[in-house]
C-alpha cells in the first residue's frame, strides 16, 4: 500500500511552479489543502505558470479531483495559467467534463442570513394568507353544501357510503376504547376528592355530565381527527401529487364537490352518532369504576347518574360533535387539497390536518362552553 | 387539400411561475386535425404550456383562442364548456386510484350524458377496446403496468369524443416497444377520428413519426424558436439549437 497524499514544490523558472505529487490520493485520507499551494504561491513571488508532475501519483480518486479544482478556481482568479498535460488522462478528462457547463450563476439558491424583523413580517404575511385561504376554503365547502341542497352536487354516492363506512363502523373499536378508559378515569379521580366528603356518589353526576356534555364528543373528536382527518388529508394530498385532482378539473368537475363535500357530509352526520356510542362508553367505563367503591353500588350509580343529566346536556353535547366533525373534515380536506406535490408534501400535510383539527375543536369547545354559560343552559 | 382551418391560436403568451418567466413571445396556431407536438429540452416550459392550454394555470400575459373564444377572458362557466370537448392524458395517467378502469372512464360520461347504464357500460368497452383494454374493466389502477395505466389514461381522455386531445408526455418511462404502439395508437385515432391532437415531447421518434406541425421551445433564451412540421423543420432549419434538438447533437 502506498502512503498517503504528500505534494512537493520546484521552481524550474523565475515565473513558473511545479507540483509534484506522490502518494495516494483519496478522499477520507489526510491530504494536503490547495491552501499549501496558494500560500507557496504567494511566498514563492511572482508565478504566471503551474505545471504539475505525477510520476509518483499513486491510486487517487474525488479526493485529488477536488483538490485541483480548487486549485484551478484560485488561479483563474490571480491569472496565472494552469498546464494540466503533467496530470494523468484520467484526471484531465473529468476535469474537462466538470468545466464543460458553466455555472449557472442566478440558479443556485441564495441564504441570505434573515434579520428578525423580516421574518416577523414573513410569517406575519404567511399567517394572513394562511388566513385567507382558509375562509376561502369554507366558502367554496358553503357553496358545495348549497348546490347539494339544491340537488346540484356532482359526486358519487358509492364514495360517500365508503367515507361513511370508514368513519363510523371501522372507528367504532377506538371510539369504544377510549371512551371506556376516560370514563372510568373521571369516575376514579372523581371519588378519590368525592370521598373526602363521604360524597362519593356524586361521582355519577360527574361522569354523566362531564361525558354526555363536552367529553364525549371532545375524545371522539380527536380520536377522529388523528384517524380520519389525516387519512383524509394523505388522501387527497396523494391525489393532488399523482395529477388526479387535475383530471378532475379538466373534466370541469369540482374537487370540492367530488372529493371534500362526501368526506364532510360523512363526517358530520356521523360524529354525533359516534359520540351518542361514546356516552354509553364512557358511563359503562364509569360504573365499572364504581365496583371498586365501598359506599356506592351500580344500580345506585344509574339511579344518580339519569336524575342527573338533563336533555339539554345531551343536546349540547351532540351540537358540539357535529361542528367537531365539520371541523376535523374542513381540516383534513383543506390540507390535502393544498398539498404540494411530493411525498413530504404529504406527510406534511397529514401532520397539519391533524394539528389543525385538533387546534380547531379546542378553540370550538371553549367558544361553545362560553355560549352555553351565557346563555345559562 | 384541404384548407388548414385554425383551432387553438396562442397569441404574444408569456408564462412563469411568480417571478421567474418560463417562456415569452409565443405565437402559434393548432390547426384542425393536426398532431402538433410541442418540443423542447427538459426543463423548458413544455408541460407548463400544456396546464395554460387546459385551463389550470392562467398565462402571466398574452391569449389563447379556442376557435375564436379568447379562453383566459371567458367566464369560468365557458372556460369549462371549452375544456369539456378536450380530453387530457397525463404524464402518470393521473387515474383516480380508489376506481376500477371501467368506473374511471365512466365517471365523465355519468357526468354529461344522459345514457343508461347498459349505454355506458358499452361505451366505456368501446374505449377500452380502442387503447387494448379489452377485459381490464374491472382492474384497479395500481393492478396495472405503467404503459397500461398510459392507454387507460388515454381511454378515459376519449371517452367524450373530445375534439382536441392533450398527451403529456406519452411514451415517457416507457419500452421503445410500448412507447411505439402508443405512437401507432395516436396515430390511428388522429386519422380515424379526425381529433386534433397536442402531444408535449422531447422524443425524437416520437416526434418524427406523428408529428405534422409542432413549435420549438428553446429554454436557453426562453422562447419558441421555430413552428411547422417536424420533418420540414430538420431539413431546412439553420437555427444551431434546433439542429441540434431534432439530430440527437450528432450534426453541428
Known sequence: MSSSGELLFEQPSQDNLQ???????????PLPSADDVRQKIESAGPIRQITF??????????GLLTFLRKLWKYCSKSDIAVDSSGLPGGVRQLLELAAAVPEK???????????????????????FNGASELLAFIGEAVVAFLRLFQGKAQYRRTDLWLVMEACSGLALPIVALISFLVGMILAFIGAIQLALFGAEIYVADLVGIAMVRLMAAIMTGIVMAGRTGGAFAAQLGTMQVNQEIDALKTLGLSPIEFLVLPRMLALALLMPLLSLFANVMGILGGAVATITLPDVNIIQYFDQLVGAVSLWDLWIGIFSSAIFGVIVAVAGCMRGMQCGR??????????SAVVTAIVGIIVATAIITIMTNVLGI | MKQPEPHITVKDLTMAYGDFVVMRDLTFTINRGDVFIIMGGSGCGKSTMMTILIGLKPPAKGKVFYDDTDFWASEPDIRDQIIRRAGVMYQSGALWSSMTLAENVALPIETYTNLTPAEIRDTVELKMALVGLAGFEEFYPSEISGGMQKRAGIARAMALDPEVLFFDEPSAGLDPVSARRLDDLILQLSESLSTTMVVVTHELASIFAIGSN????????RT??????????????QDPTLRLFLTRGEQT
Open chain 2, 214 to 221: 409542432s413549435v420549438f421551445l428553446d429554454a436557453s433564451i
Open chain 1, 53 to 62: 508532475n505525477t510520476e509518483k501519483l499513486g491510486d487517487w480518486d474525488s
Open chain 1, 342 to 351: 411530493s411525498a413530504s408534501a404529504v406527510g406534511d400535510a397529514a401532520t
Open chain 1, 105 to 127: 450563476k442566478d440558479a443556485r439558491k441564495s441564504e441570505g442570513r434573515m434579520t428578525f424583523l423580516s421574518y416577523l413580517g414573513d410569517q406575519t404575511v404567511l399567517f
Open chain 1, 19 to 29: 507540483v509534484i505529487f506522490s502518494g495516494s490520493w483519496k478522499l477520507g485520507e
Open chain 2, 224 to 237: 419558441m424558436t421555430a413552428t411547422g412540421n417536424p420533418s420540414k423543420l430538420l431539413a431546412e432549419t
